[in-house]
């Protein structure tokens, strides 16, 4: 027993000093990379792992690689797709084995700064702030953090309200407005929603796209005068308890308690719910277009609902691409973003049309000249709500490094407010634990 | 230590056999224990380590200090941890004993003399044959406020049921799509340690007037203690990191009622990119599994 | 074998009654009717514990048949269409099969999981066999490792591990793929408690007749144990079949992917098919399942009670 607990514990010594050799301490903190490098006016001859959530076949990744490879014949791309919930931890393991695998990634617009302040992205400023007049301001804008360029976005996103046009009239109910003077309010929603259900026969008066999540719901607090959810030097003290929010977040669990919006369904849900006709209204992104243009349902669009009395705000944001500071090759890396964001419509929303709302300026104008958008009077409604949203009424999620806690104590918050916690407990629940989870921050 | 172990080895062999002997030990064993070593235990050595670190900064890039307790103190000064543990230890006393009965009343059930005997084991079977990420999802639309299981209780005159919606019900769905999953695999092991009672047993307390119910009190039972033990372990250590459904279903809601240890553990270490605090918190789980494992071998143990 | 915790059992292990080869079990004993009673009892009572099991999986089934898209709307009201599709299609497996590439990594996830079974098992055997029939020193520590190894939840290790199999260059190898799954401490704790319940007096009576211990235990032992072997196969299979979070952090070839993946592909941020999903999560399972159903017939009653003469 003695001597083989003795080579047990040799063992096990040996692998701690091993591990706290190899794995421990990082060089530096903070982007590496010495940002020497330029976007090169020939191609360079290279191999670059790509990193992305687009599926390769299913949403045509696979075209745009071979459309950027016909006019890059010198560079190479290895895409590899990985689920949007494993992006994470993926990157966690890649970037940190500081291989420089992968060259490029998918970044999620709100997590610039935090993915940013954990080193693993590469300044961009010097290289690409030029260019950046060809994207709308808003994704640059999320992009940036401490006023460096941290990646390009390729994608931009808004919402939308759209409803069911026969269990309206069903109803007798006059259905929302483009017009930006005629915006309809959440309060007016719920009532109407609410007829409808009663008159009109629907199941659901409202759904939410996405319910639970940030991204949704952060216009209601926003016109409610709350403001986004954090306040101070950099973002880093949290505002989730105060009037506007509380106020509205009555509202959001209102609509379910009252019956209006149906209690636990998830988001990957709440489309083919819709689709399903007999949901009077969704607010949804702009991404439900080309779904209801391949669908039966007799649809309209409007405007997203504004606060009672508030300002109009509606979400934005979507996937920029960011370069891995320790990629061996970032000039190749550099070619590929340009193409993908930068160069003409950007490769990305031409090669890919339809799927999202292009960051670039002369892509979005492409994409709302497209056939969803042109085809019918719904899908020129929405035409003209995504054109107004985006470049009036937009507010960028909260910008902050600790944007992953806030995102998933405050998801949480509002899931128990919509199952029946009280909302001023819940927020004040969900202010604390920001506290708490922003210290390692201060 | 060469004396104390159970008799049921073989006597210790003659000398002149002890290099053999050893020769047989280190080579049959090496293989095994070195995958183990190598692929779980060193890097696990590893994790604990990390917890006696802090980071200066944020993510897996930032600098190591050495900060000694820190992050437990961090961890049990957070009452949320505290819920959670209290959570974990309730779900599992609960789950684990409540799992293995019915998985043992199904193996009884099924290793009767029955028609299409091996048609309904297969059937229980399944469920854990699933991805838990395809059956997770399965059951969140099932269990919709609105799905079909609710339209069955309805039509049964129970009523809906709030289900995930409701921090009295989260839990105890998360139970049942778990058992949905569990029961049948640890089925098959209770089954092959049924198969191995001899008939014989069964013969002399048939001949001795034994009813069923005593039969099994006196016969199976004890007969059963080392599958039994096997099972209880290995589903007391499934539970424990159980995480996927609550991931998927609940996460971790509402008003964290669905909470578990290994939940909060990937949270740390994956979502939230704390792996101090998320290799901290695997600690303490596995400090607790260690914990109660030792204890079911106390109970279990040969004793003969 | 003395217990106990329980009153003695009559006749010891080592000593089996005369009637084992008889092979049946006691308790159908009484009248005629009774016992057929009793069977139409216990298989009605079977058929619905399957049902019980079964209901979700053919929902599953069921939902994967009609266009993705109708899964939900059919929950809502309960009915006949709830569970039986109004259009049935195979659009869901032939995407699965085309674009999703799920016959490739189905194969990928078979030659995984064998390679992992049949090393995991040549590594696991003879460490349950020498961990319950031979004493030696640190027995007891040896198997508290294998105990602790299994308890460690792969996912508090799978970052560190991920980076050290990059640096041993196993990214996007198959080799990546089986190793984390060969270790299995559970499979040898299950070896170990069915071979400590083999009758010692057969293996004392094997070495005086000079076989070797690599001998007693694969003509000994192993015949004896094919269920528990199976079952131990199962566990090691089972575990490789299903891991997601390790294939994803060590293979970024798309053409080494493993099935859990490809079901992943089902959903994105902005869509969700809950047809392929279903779909597919079935299709995996098809491959343990038929296994299960085929093994069936080697789960007999053990040969070890009577084998000993």
Request: hydrophobic share 45%.
């Amino acid at each position: 027993m003695k001597r083989s607990t003795t080579i047990g514990v040799g063992l096990v010594l040996g692998a701690v000093l091993t591990t706290s050799a190899c794995g421990g301490g990082a060089d530096s903190a903070g982007g590496g990379g010495d940002g020497t490098w330029t976007i090169p006016a020939s191609d360079p001859t290279a191999t670059i792992d790509v990193v992305g959530i687009v599926d390769p076949v299913s949403e045509g990744m696979d075209e745009v690689v071979a459309a950027f490879e016909a006019d890059h014949p010198t560079i190479d791309v290895n895409y590899q797709y990985v689920p949007f919930d494993d992006l994470n931890s993926v990157l966690d393991s890649r970037i940190t084995s500081k291989t420089g695998d992968p060259d490029l990634f998918w970044v999620d617009q709100p997590r610039v700064p935090a993915l940013a302040a954990r080193g693993y992205l590469e300044d961009l400023t010097a290289q690409f702030s030029p260019h950046t007049g060809a994207l709308q301001e808003a994704t640059v804008a999320a992009s940036t953090y401490q006023d460096k360029l941290w990646s390009l976005p390729i994608s931009n996103s808004t919402q939308l309200l759209y409803y069911n046009l026969d269990l309206l009239e069903a109803a007798g109910v006059e259905p929302p407005s483009t017009d930006p003077a005629e915006r309809i309010t959440w309060q007016q929603l719920k009532e109407d929603a609410a007829t409808v259900q009663s008159e009109g026969g629907a199941a659901n008066g409202l759904l939410l796209g996405q319910p639970n999540r940030y991204y949704q719901l952060e216009p209601l607090p926003v016109s409610a005068g709350g403001g986004v959810g954090a306040a101070g030097e950099d973002n880093l003290t949290p505002a989730v308890d105060n009037e506007g929010w509380v106020e509205s977040m009555t509202y959001y669990g209102s609509l379910f308690a009252d019956g209006v919006h149906p209690r636990g369904i998830p988001a990957e849900q709440t489309n083919a719910t819709f689709l399903a006709g007999d949901t009077a209204y969704m607010v949804e992104g702009n991404w439900m277009v080309g779904k209801l243009a391949d669908s039966d349902l007799n649809w309209g669009a409007a405007l997203n609902p504004v606060w009672e009395g508030g300002e109009p705000a509606t979400p934005n944001g979507s996937w920029s691409v960011g370069i891995n500071p320790f990629s061996q090759d970032k000039e190749a890396a550099a070619v590929f973003l340009k193409w993908l964001a930068l160069d003409g419509e950007s490769g990305y929303a031409e090669h890919r049309p339809y799927a999202e709302l292009p960051a670039n300026l002369a892509g979005l104008e492409a994409y709302l000249a497209g056939p969803a958008f042109t085809g019918s009077e719904a899908g020129q409604q929405a035409a003209e709500v995504i054109a107004h949203e985006t470049a009036n009424t937009s507010v960028p999620r909260v910008s902050t490094v600790g944007y992953i806690e806030f995102e998933e104590i405050i998801g949480r918050a509002f899931s128990d407010i919509a199952n029946g916690s009280d909302p001023q407990g819940a927020l004040e629940g969900a202010q604390q634990e920001l506290v708490n989870a922003w210290q390692q921050y201060q | 230590m060469t004396t104390t172990t159970a008799p049921d080895a073989p006597a210790t062999a003659p000398g002149r056999r002890r290099g053999r002997g050893l020769a047989t030990i280190v080579v049959f064993l090496a293989p095994a224990v070195l995958a183990i070593l190598l692929l779980r235990v060193v890097p696990f050595v590893g994790a604990i380590r990390s917890t006696l670190f802090t980071r200066e900064g944020v993510g897996l890039l930032a600098e190591e200090r050495f900060s000694g307790l820190a992050n437990y103190v961090t961890l049990f000064s957070d009452e949320l941890f505290r819920e959670t543990l209290v959570r974990t230890l309730v779900f599992n006393l609960v789950l684990n004993p409540l799992q293995i009965a019915l998985a043992m009343v199904v193996a009884l059930l099924l290793t009767q003399r029955l028609p299409a005997r091996g048609l309904w084991r297969t059937a229980v079977f399944i469920p854990c044959t699933i991805p838990l990420v395809g059956s997770s999802i399965a059951w969140g639309v099932a269990l919709r406020p609105d799905g079909p299981a609710n339209g069955i209780l309805s039509a049964l005159g129970i009523g809906p049921q709030p289900f995930f919606t409701s921090p009295s019900q989260a839990l105890v769905s998360i139970m049942v799509v778990a058992s949905w999953v569990g029961i049948g695999y640890w089925m098959l092991f209770l089954i092959a340690g049924l198969n191995d009672i001899g008939e014989e047993f069964y013969e002399a307390a048939a001949l001795d007037g034994a009813g069923r119910w005593r039969t099994f009190w006196s016969i199976t039972l004890p007969m059963m203690r080392r599958p039994l033990l096997f099972v209880l372990v290995a589903d007391t250590v499934a539970n424990f990191v159980l995480f996927v459904p609550v991931q998927l279903l609940t996460n971790g809601g509402p008003e964290n009622s669905t909470t578990l240890l290994m939940f909060d553990a990937y949270r740390r270490t994956y979502t939230y990119s704390t792996p101090n605090l998320g290799a901290t918190s695997t600690v303490v789980l596995t400090l607790i599994m260690l914990l109660i494992v030792a204890v079911q071998f106390r109970l279990l143990r040969d004793r003969d | 074998m003395s217990t106990t915790t329980s009153p003695p059992v009559p006749g010891a292990r080592a000593v089996p009654g005369p009637g084992a080869a008889a092979r049946r079990r006691p308790s159908f004993s009484g009248p005629r009717l009774q016992r057929v009673l009793l069977l139409v009892l216990l298989t009605t009572a079977a058929a619905l514990v399957a049902l019980a099991f079964m209901l979700p999986t053919v929902w599953m089934l069921l939902g994967s048949l009609r266009p993705g898209s109708q899964v939900i709307s059919s929950v809502s009201p309960l009915g006949w269409h709830t569970l039986v599709p109004e259009t049935w299609t195979l659009e869901n497996y032939a995407a699965l099969f085309g674009q999703l590439g799920f016959g490739r990594s189905m194969a990928n996830s078979l030659w995984v999981a064998l390679w992992s079974v049949v090393i995991g098992l040549a590594l696991s055997i003879p460490a349950a066999y020498v961990l319950s029939v031979l004493r030696f020193r640190g027995r007891e520590a040896v198997f508290a490792v294998l105990v602790v190894g299994f308890m460690i939840p792969f996912e508090a290790i799978a970052i560190p591990l991920a980076q050290v199999f990059t640096e041993w260059n196993l990214n996007n190898t198959y080799l990546g793929l089986i190793l984390p799954g060969i270790g299995n401490g559970l499979a040898i704790f299950n070896m170990r408690q069915f071979f400590l319940g083999v009758p010692i007096s057969l293996r004392e009576a094997a070495l005086i007749d000079g076989a070797s211990e690599l001998r007693i235990m694969t003509r000994l032992y192993v015949p004896l144990s094919v269920t528990t072997i199976i079952n131990s196969a199962l566990l090691i299979f089972l575990a490789q079949w299903s891991s997601y979070l390790w294939p994803l952090l060590v293979i970024s070839d798309q053409a080494k992917q493993v099935a859990p993946i490809a079901i992943a592909r089902t959903f994105t941020d902005t869509e969700f098919n809950f047809g392929q999903m279903f779909g597919g999560a079935l299709l995996i399972s098809v491959v343990p399942a038929l296994l299960l159903f085929l093994l069936q017939r080697y789960f007999t009653q053990s040969v070890a009670r009577s084998g000993e003469k």
